[in-house]
T-cell receptor
Framework: GAVVSQHPSWVICKSGTSVKIECRSL??????MFWYRQFPKQSLMLMAT?????????EQGVEKDKFLINHASLTLSTLTVTSAHPEDSSFYIC???????????FGQGTRLTVV | KNEVEQSPQNLTAQEGEFITINCSYS?????LHWLQQHPGGGIVSLFM???GKKKHGRLIATINIQEKHSSLHITASHPRDSAVYIC????????FGKGTRLHILP
């Protein structure tokens, strides 16, 4: 089946630095990818929808200047957490729509810890 | 009220028991997913359903579109099944349940 690869699986960074998370569709082209965030003991929540070749659509309350999303190709979307702060420590996961549209394939997730 | 509700929130069982986790949703969907999240956070996609029933090893997932309900069953449960199981639905966007924390005792 289709595979979405997310990298890194975990990262620790210092406050004020930026961290980039990659989401790749390995064997299919994904025009739309999604980024989610999960705080401890809470549901995964949609942060933004990433469309290849255009600007991402952010959910209410998500700072677009802090969470930069780039979807430059049909197989790669990146999420950059800029000027990371301890409150950004969370679990981030991406998903990509398959060709049929009803399909969704999930990355393994990235645990970010900002110290 | 959450659009996707899972029950139970927590479940502890003995090794070998038959496990059922339920998911109810209140929106129109095109598909439903069951995900497994291990300690440390890694997500594994178990099933994607739009109707009927799917089986993979000891895992069985069913969905009733009319009743807007899905169940995930684990037969002959094992301690390595201990994880958080998350139900997610494809509506106009993907909506996740809060998860069910399963702990299987040896």
């Amino acid at each position: 089946g289709a595979v979405v690869s997310q990298h890194p699986s975990w990262v620790i960074c210092k406050s004020g630095t930026s961290v980039k998370i990659e989401c790749r569709s390995l064997d299919f082209q994904a025009t739309t990818m999604f980024w989610y965030r999960q705080f401890p003991k809470q549901s995964l929540m949609l942060m933004a929808t990433s469309n290849e070749g255009s600007k991402a659509t952010y959910e209410q309350g998500v700072e677009k200047d802090k969470f930069l999303i780039n979807h430059a190709s049909l197989t790669l979307s990146t999420l950059t957490v800029t000027s990371a702060h301890p409150e950004d420590s969370s679990f981030y996961i991406c998903s990509a729509d398959g060709a049929v549209g009803t399909e969704a394939f999930f990355g393994q997730g990235t645990r970010l810890t900002v110290v | 009220k959450n659009e996707v509700e899972q029950s139970p929130q927590n479940l502890t069982a003995q090794e070998g028991e038959f496990i059922t986790i339920n998911c109810s949703y209140s929106v129109g969907i095109s598909a439903l997913h069951w995900l497994q999240q291990h300690p440390g956070g890694g997500i594994v996609s178990l099933f994607m359903l739009s109707s009927g029933k799917k089986k993979h090893g000891r895992l069985i997932a069913t969905i009733n579109i009319q009743e807007k309900h899905s169940s995930l069953h684990i037969t002959a449960s094992h301690p390595r099944d201990s994880a958080v199981y998350i139900c997610a639905v494809n509506a106009d966007k993907i909506i996740f349940g809060k998860g069910t924390r399963l702990h299987i005792l040896p």
